[in-house]
T-cell receptor, first 113, second 113 residues
Framework: QEKVQQSPESLIVPEGAMVSLNCSFSDSASQSIWWYQQHPGKGPKALISIFSNGNKKEGRLTVYLNRASLHVSLHIKDSQPSDSAVYLCAVSPASSSFSKLVFGQGTSLSVVP | EAAVTQSPRNKVTVTGGNVTLSCRQTNSHNYMYWYRQDTGHGLRLIHYSYGAGNLQIGDVPDGYKATRTTQEDFFLLLELASPSQTSLYFC????????????FGPGTRLTVL
């Protein structure tokens, strides 16, 4: 059973700071890794995904995947108060033939003006 | 944009009560999922389905039944609710394929007294 661990549990940063969120997983053959954002009282919403080793940039977001170290990180540049939310890392196991996701416990981010 | 709706948004019941949570998606997606979200555990998969009449067991199925009546509608049934089932429940849908994005509903908060 795939295991996903996120760190830190919570983070408070000033507006404009670079935010770095970490996620470790247990299977180097995992098919895809997703980052979801969840605002209070809302369902999770996909932010960015990565399938291959390396990095991927979309706007203010950059994700780095290193399968050898079983680690993926999400970096948010120039953070805004609207980025305050819970960030969930989700991994699709190697054995799955559909979009099964195993989620980490989340990192709560607060961006203060 | 993809649309997943859930009802009710909040539900309070007593131990031993019957509860049905409803989910509808208008994305024409084959796959639908039920998750529960608890502090410290992240999102955990209860049941999923890949079409009308189909049901598959997830990672935490004990105490839950589910039924997929149409491509759009997926129901989660708690026939003898227990306090341990107090949680936030999310429904999601996705296209077929291991790399497909999951789209989530707004959630149902269930309290079992």
């Amino acid at each position: 059973q795939e295991k996903v661990q996120q760190s830190p549990e919570s983070l408070i940063v000033p507006e404009g700071a670079m935010v770095s969120l970490n996620c470790s997983f247990s299977d180097s053959a995992s098919q895809s890794i997703w980052w979801y954002q969840q605002h209070p009282g809302k369902g999770p919403k996909a932010l960015i995904s990565i399938f291959s080793n390396g990095n991927k940039k979309e706007g203010r977001l950059t994700v780095y995947l290193n399968r050898a170290s079983l680690h993926v990180s999400l970096h948010i540049k120039d953070s805004q108060p609207s980025d305050s939310a819970v960030y969930l890392c989700a991994v699709s196991p190697a054995s799955s033939s559909f979009s099964k996701l195993v989620f980490g416990q989340g990192t709560s981010l607060s961006v203060v003006p | 944009e993809a649309a997943v709706t859930q009802s009710p948004r909040n539900k309070v019941t007593v131990t031993g009560g019957n509860v049905t949570l409803s989910c509808r998606q208008t994305n024409s997606h084959n796959y639908m999922y039920w998750y529960r979200q608890d502090t410290g555990h992240g999102l955990r998969l209860i049941h999923y389905s890949y079409g009308a009449g189909n049901l598959q067991i997830g990672d935490v199925p004990d105490g839950y039944k589910a039924t997929r009546t149409t491509q759009e509608d997926f129901f989660l049934l708690l026939e003898l609710a227990s306090p341990s089932q107090t949680s936030l429940y999310f429904c999601a849908s996705s296209e077929q394929g291991a790399y497909a994005e999951q789209f989530f509903g707004p959630g149902t908060r269930l309290t079992v007294l």
